[in-house]
């Protein structure tokens, strides 16, 4: 927020002139209302890692983040150059495979990817595109003031939900403080996603029916599965709501069998198909894959979309974008190290305490070292892990990640708290759509670089200025 002690960055000036005069009494009780409003609505999310499957409010934080537009334009060329690099890549490793044989890539660690599903080699999937929703995590280095990106997320992104309530808790917490900007809206999402998911319709009709698959109300995003359902007007079904007869896919309705075009899966690839995949599934539905496979029903995101998920394949994404659209990354990536390669693995177990690990293939923070934070336990443990699977992990440097305001409900003070910024970006095969801004979440604990909700993060409402302030 500032460029000096106690000097406003210009897009923040009247953010902080309105907030500034605000009372730390009044401040508080808009807090109240804001929890209250996302605790009537439902809005949580599940720990898992404490054993108990605790159901918590999402801590959302009043103050919020501001990106003047040059910074979001660029931001947006870079997001949508790398979602089509992506699908360019998923399409060919699934199709011809032109990057393996041209070597741009390892056969061998495309291959060992657990999330690579041998199953989708030469299915056509419609319009070419695997990846119709993508949730890019991007962090600003606080020395540099860059945008890098830090992850890509395309099997089953979440988090837009919070994204719109945050927004619409905020236009009714705080009126006046957003009337001040003119801030580029994000409702248009659902509408966006529908108008995409229609578009990739198997069968040639003018009202195509789609249903957005859950695993059900035990899952930790079960509050957005049955807002983004509700808010697209489309039906939320699980496993057992869905039959496969003739390779068709049907659901179940009170009026009998009616036949799906369209899923919005929530569910991931291994749990789809008992028949394909894990055999003692029950969330996913007996013979989907070879509905799939005959073309009869189209799947957002496709099916192995993971594989662009492991962190690995993460770090030749630049690479991709050269390979395959001949440009130059607008973006990024967090500079990185591949266990799997000795030279990076020497380089890795000699500057453990100094890097971040991450387990390829987690998310959500889990499986995750930061080595100036860690034990010499913690560290000591890590090395022999990543010496007895070292495809399984890469290192980073430790970011100084850029910090915002944050307010502290229980000592009523405002404190400078580390965050990143995951954009939603919706590909309908000819251009992407990226809602401006997106989930900006943060650490709420003191120094903490981590930011996910299951790790005690929270989330701000993110203002993307039409003009520039």
């Known amino acids: 927020m500032f460029c000096a002690p106690g000097v406003p960055r210009r897009h923040y000036a009247k953010i902080f002139q309105k907030f500034s005069g605000t009372a730390p009494a009044q401040f508080q009780e808009r807090r109240q209302f804001a929890d209250l409003s996302f605790l009537l609505q439902g809005i949580t999310f599940t720990v898992y890692s404490d054993g108990q499957g605790t159901e918590r409010l999402f ?42 044989r041209d070597r741009q890539i390892s056969r061998s660690l495309v291959y060992s990817c657990r999330n690579f599903r041998r199953e989708m080699i030469g299915i056509k999937v419609p319009r ?53 900007y003119e801030v580029l809206p994000v409702n248009h999402y659902p509408a966006e996603l529908v108008d995409i998911l229609r578009n990739v319709s198997p069968r040639d009709t003018n009202d195509p029916q789609i249903v957005l698959l859950t695993p059900g109300i035990y899952n930790s995003a079960y509050f957005e599965h ?5 808010q697209m007007g489309i039906e939320l079904v699980e496993g057992r709501d869905l039959i496969v007869d003739g390779c068709v896919v049907y659901m179940k309705t009170i009026y009998g069998l009616k036949r799906v075009d369209v899923i919005y899966r929530r569910v991931d690839d291994e749990y789809l198909d008992p028949l394909a995949f894990e055999p003692d599934s029950l969330l996913g539905v007996p013979g989907l894959m070879g509905a799939y496979r005959a073309g ?56 453990l305490p100094e890097m971040v690990v991450k387990s390829v293939g987690e998310s959500g923070g889990y499986g995750m070292l930061i080595g100036p934070a860690a034990t010499a336990k913690q560290i000591e443990e890590t090395r022999e892990r990543i010496k007895a699977n070292p495809r ?47 989930l900006t979440r943060v650490a709420l604990q003191p120094d903490s670089l981590v ?8 989330s701000k409402d993110t203002w993307v200025l039409k003009g520039e302030e």
């Open 296 to 351: 009869n029903i189209t799947l957002a995101n496709a099916i192995g979309c993971g594989v662009s998920d492991d962190k690995a394949i993460y770090t030749y994404v630049p690479k991709f974008v050269r390979y395959y659209l001949g440009e130059d990354p607008i973006l990024r990536n967090v500079d990185s190290y591949v266990c799997s390669n000795p030279q990076d693995l020497s380089e890795v177990l000699s500057r």
């Open 451 to 458: 930011v996910n909700s299951s790790q005690g993060g929270g």
């Open 128 to 180: 070419g595109i695997y990846t119709h929703i993508a949730g890019i995590d991007l962090v600003r280095d606080s020395k540099t003031g860059e945008y890098l990106v830090l992850e890509d997320n395309a099997r089953t992104p979440s988090g837009i939900s919070y994204v719109l309530e945050n927004r619409l808790v905020m236009t009714r917490t705080f009126p006046d403080a957003f009337q001040a």
């Open 59 to 100: 801590p959302f934080d009043l103050i919020p983040r501001i990106l003047p537009f040059s910074e979001w334009d660029r931001i947006e060329r870079g997001l949508s150059q790398r979602v089509i690099a992506l699908n360019l890549f998923l399409k060919d490793i699934y199709g011809h495979q032109r990057i393996l």
């Open 392 to 438: 399984n992990y890469i290192a980073q440097p430790v970011i100084g990640l850029s910090r915002v305001p944050s307010y502290h409900p229980g000592t009523g003070r405002i404190f400078g708290r580390h965050v990143d910024l995951r954009p939603y970006c919706l590909y309908n095969g000819d251009k992407v759509i990226i809602v401006p801004g997106g």
């Open 226 to 230: 049955c807002f983004l359902a509700q």
